[in-house]
């Protein structure tokens, strides 16, 4: 912010002597000033400094044009961003400024403090108007005669100053900032003139406490420090209304002049732990001279402080999501929403500016009971680095009929720091479960989970569970229909997608392919329907690409060649546990600005994606794969259990491997991804077991805390029935899925269950 001047002194504690051309700008300068005090007396606001009435009489005319009402604005404040704790006590994630700033009232400030401020800066505070001609004059008679710099402004001058100040960082461009601070901190006499009128403006409109309290708030104390109450915490871990005598007198030091009297610096010359930091010192005992001089404290109060070392323990203040450890990325997220919803300002510039200087409560949507889960399971199950493979693994739960983003995790520290991400590959700003324009990346292909919307699509448009379709394998599939970009043929490509048992094909029913994942069942199944409209099903449900291109259409994107973003399928599952009523996400809950009250925040919207009884469907066909399908592992793992129904996926060479699934409460999409490169996790073990299984390890590890505590109703036209326990088959399945061939997911299935693409 800005300094009432200096002691003047060159660090020896002497003041050099005036030259003869320095005597005679002082001099000048006294002229000035006194030509202004002889305006103030003109103005009735003091009989005290009558030294020149003439210039005075010529000033007037000039004063009296000059402005005398201060807009004063709301300070920079830093916000803060908050999850939900296990007893719905909100739990600080990150704190975001521009200006370490916390607000406080007059009975937060200690008496210590006030004092202080008085007597080092203002003696005469609640005697005058707004402007103290005696130190004023005072002050311009130093300059003159000794050469010592001396401000001689009141705390009111001094808080119009700084009220100046900040308005000038509130500007869009640096530029603009640097032109407003020259001319708000210019030494001239119209500037001089100009803070003293809106002094007296300010002294006519607020009690002096009132303003006592805002030159306490808005003052700066060094670096990014602002306002008595952060620089208590930075400084000594204390609060405004906790500091001693002592500490109130050392801090206030730093407000007459920040760059030379903090004390964050311990290793300067001049001002640093090895002198005691002098200089500071030098003010702050001048300070308590002061406040004994005016009885502010007594003789012993003064001994014992003047006795007192400096001795700062620096708690360094910190800024964004570092600070929110596991729960990094989805505060990260977080952020993103802030600087890129409109309902937070006009373009992006301004609502970061916003969200850092406006003192916010931002209460998200993050449930800290699921996120703990996802953490605990993720740091059980992938490592953060692995030899030979870049390994990425994620986990996102979304509440059903809400759209609120309940867990988001990945197996990776989270830090923005290039220097940080170059000593390790646990590291990374990258998050992996959102779109790349949100932070993330450029989205993985979730294989099998895909095929729920070309069954979505089937059963829409009125085909059955049971109608079957000819899954032999082919090179040539003959033509699609698209209505978007005419007939597809793909003969010519030689494409020739394979099942993952290598089945020989079999006309298999619509809800056999769903069960085993048939890749050649959706593809014959696409073959009686519109590629179009399967990628308008799947927009429907709210998928997209990653990337932001649009979703490719072809008929290998059936068994999901499309980049997502794991968030986005979270989504979709959600709107299909919502009778096909897919919500878009959302990570704020409310918002409290700094006046405490209520800011109008993003909501969900939620449309109807598909016909309701074709949904129901669709839920018992998943409910299948969890019954009996390449999900019967997450199924019977999730205790307690409520009706559920979900979706596996493996990419081509298992370099992907997914588990989506959702009950009518919380939708959760896990995944063990190849970030770079390729790997097949079939042939990898972690210390947990086989890197192909382990998203049925986390699966059920999230949703049984969900399940404990959302429950799980019926889903609507739907019965699905509890898991056989106690089924010693099936255990011994389940532990072996995804043995074979590229594509697998089936666990041992029956007899008229084909194996297949999981």
Known sequence: MVSNGTNGMNGTGVTPPRSFGGV???LIGLVATSAIAGLLVTVSLTPVLALTGVAATSTINVFETLPDYLEIEPLAQ?????????DGAPILLATLYDQNRVEVGWDDIGQNVKDAAIAGEDPRFYDHGGVDLQGTMRGALT?????????GSSITQQYVKNVLVQKCEMLPSQEEISDCYAAATVTTASRKLKEMRLAIGVEKKYAKNDILRQYLNIAGFGGR??????????????TASGLTVAQAASLVAIVNNPGKFRLD???????????????NRQRRDYILGEMLRYGKITQAEFDEAMAAPIEPIIHEPSTGCQTA???AYFCDYVIHVLANDPVFGADEDARIKNIRRGGFDVYTTLDLDLQNAAISTMNENVPKIRAGWDVGAVISSVEVGSGRVLAMTQNKD????????????????????TDFVAGGSSGFQPGSTYKVFTLADWLNTGHSLDERVDSAPRSAWGTFNDSCLGPQNYDSEGWSPKNDANESGGNYSALEATIGSINTGFIAMAKRLDLCGIRKMAEAFGVHRADGEPLSQSAASVIGTNEIAPLSM???FAGIANNGATCTPIVIDRMIGADGTEVPIPISRCEQSMLSDANHQLVWALSQVMARGTAVQSNTSTVPWVPMFGKTGTTDGAKDTWMSGASSKVATVVGVVTVTGNANQRAINFESGPAATARHRMWPAVMSVANAKYGGDPFPGVFITPPAVAEDEDADADADEDVGGDDTGQDEPEPDVPEGND
């Open 24 to 26: 005679v700008g002082g």
């Open 225 to 238: 420090v602002y306002g008595i109450e952060a620089a208590a915490a930075y400084y000594y871990g204390s």
């Open 143 to 151: 300059t003159a005669f000794r050469g010592s710099v001396q401000g």
């Open 78 to 86: 830093r916000s803060n961003i908050y999850a939900t704790g296990t």
């Open 325 to 327: 450890g596991a729960n």
């Open 414 to 433: 989270y830090s923005q720091d290039p220097e940080v991400q170059a000593t390790g590959s646990n590291w990374s700003s990258v998050n992996y479960n």
């Open 570 to 572: 979270a989504v979709a």
């Open 265 to 279: 610096r311990p290793a300067s010359e001049t001002n640093g732990a090895a002198n005691g930091y002098q200089d």
